[in-house]
């Protein structure tokens, strides 16, 4: 994800537009292990409709509901199907999706490089040789990764469910939808915002940026590129770009006027980039108010892991929250922490209900309390539960 704790230049020309703007702009058991590709099983112990211009991301209801690598609860991530059923549930925004490049320098939509755990890859013989072990932010990890592939030989690939132990109904879906190119979600956005008279808006995220650019693919100048073409590079455009390295958000400040956030994984971790520039800086340092003043420079706000804003004690339980919700309100820092789950092992421990690794626990009550906190938004794997909470919370 582009954090240690736990992510040459183009051959393209680019152009880059500055922009005017001034001042002022993960390790939940789930979040770390779906990050890393895994299998979570068990518990621990146990606006308008122009499709360019809309009111801007200070216009979208509160607290927004993110769906998270789409409807990700109910259909295998990253995949047209995941992010059309969260438009269908009536989400804010759709996180389409998170972006890594391809050999040929296309940009895809998947949660990291490595492919094992949402793809079908290792049932293709073709592509058996291809298997590999790298360091990827300082971890080693095996397995096929995307730049190894041409954007051709990964269209041959069929998306599968990440975690079949804890979502087994979503696998009735497995190598039903491609992997998405990013520029494909830009068409899908525009198509499904024609469609409804409403619209769709996207949160793509940059991931390994750091890693890519030293192979030189380097991500936010293709995705700029991209989100020009298609006029949606502005700051009112309906696109929210977000980053765990702090440097990839800089750099698309330079680029577009999209809405930027940074996202804060654990306290104890330091962005990758930071470790590769050999800042000292923790994600503890950044929380803190001059950490937060700086970030307001170059972005509009951050996504803190939720243990960020609610700490859990060493069972699991939430504790008293921080003042992080306070503070980065003080630097015109809006907070879309991640990510709620309704499974029983991604809730903190007093809201789980019995131990099946696939079954619900008390997730409206879970929103219910982060949502008291005064954040602005939240990412979600369900969509349409966080928009009954939504609504209940606005209720009182
Ligand atoms: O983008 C917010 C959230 O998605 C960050 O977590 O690891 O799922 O990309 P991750
Ligand atoms: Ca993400």
Known sequence: MGTQGSESQDSESYGARPRSRGTGRRALLGAAVLGAGGAVVGLPGTAGADTRQ?????????????AHRGASGYRPEHTLGSYQLAVDMGADVIEAGDLVPTKDGHIVCRHEPEIGGTTDVASHPEFASRKTTKLLDGVSVTGWFTEDFTLAELKTLRAVERIPANRPHNTLYNGRWEIPTFEEVLKWQDEQTRKRGKQVWIYPETKHPTYFRKLGLGLEERVAKLLRRYGKDRKNSPVILQSFEPSSIQRFDKLVGNPLVVLLSGASTRPWDFVEAGDPRTVADLVKPAGLKEIATYAQGIGPTLDLIIPRDSSGNLTTPTTLVRDAHAEGLILHPYTMRNENPFLPANFR???????????????????ATGIDGVFTDHPDTGLLARADFLKG
């Open 353 to 371: 209900k019995g131990t099946d690794a696939d079954a619900y626990g008390d997730a409206f009550g879970a929103f219910r309390t982060y949502f």
């Open 54 to 66: 809309g009111g801007g991301y200070r216009s979208l209801p509160k607290p927004t509901v993110i």
